[in-house]
């Protein structure tokens, strides 16, 4: 059973950064694709980024690429989402999710563990 926990959420006003970090625990975090998704109210879980067991390939969503950087320790079994020049409309909470067999999808479906997520404010 792998437990994934998220910290760094917060308030911050646009323009500004936030730094996420997911840590896991109990399973084997070098093998994993992780993935970041985030869920506003009254709205779908939207995919934000995803990466590679060994940090050497990364995926972003369009409506934050150039914005935020997703990178890992898997000395320290954590992800991190580096979030830069912050809009309101990035207000949401922020969920990490692990993916044991690659067949996890942009919809997060395939993901096989999840963590409760953090909650990200963007005031205008």
């Known amino acids: 059973q792998v437990q994934l926990v998220e910290s760094g959420g917060g308030l911050v006003q646009a323009g500004g950064s936030l730094r996420l970090s997911c840590a896991a625990s109990?399973?084997?975090?070098?093998?994993?694709?992780m993935g970041w998704f985030r869920q506003a109210p009254g709205k779908e879980r939207e995919f934000v980024a995803a990466?590679?067991?060994?940090?050497?390939?990364?995926y972003y969503a369009d409506s934050v690429k150039g914005r935020f950087t997703i990178s890992r320790d898997n000395a320290k079994n954590t992800v991190y989402l580096q979030m830069n020049s912050l809009k309101p409309d990035d207000t949401a909470v922020y969920c990490c999710?692990?993916?044991?067999?690659?067949?996890?999808?942009?919809?997060?479906?395939?993901?096989?563990?999840w963590g409760q997520g953090t909650q990200v404010t963007v005031s205008s």
């Open positions: 990466i590679s067991w060994s940090g050497g390939s990364t």
């Open positions: 999710a692990a993916d044991l067999s690659g067949r996890g999808g942009l919809s997060g479906i395939g993901y096989d563990y």
């Open positions: 109990g399973g084997t975090f070098r093998n994993y694709i």
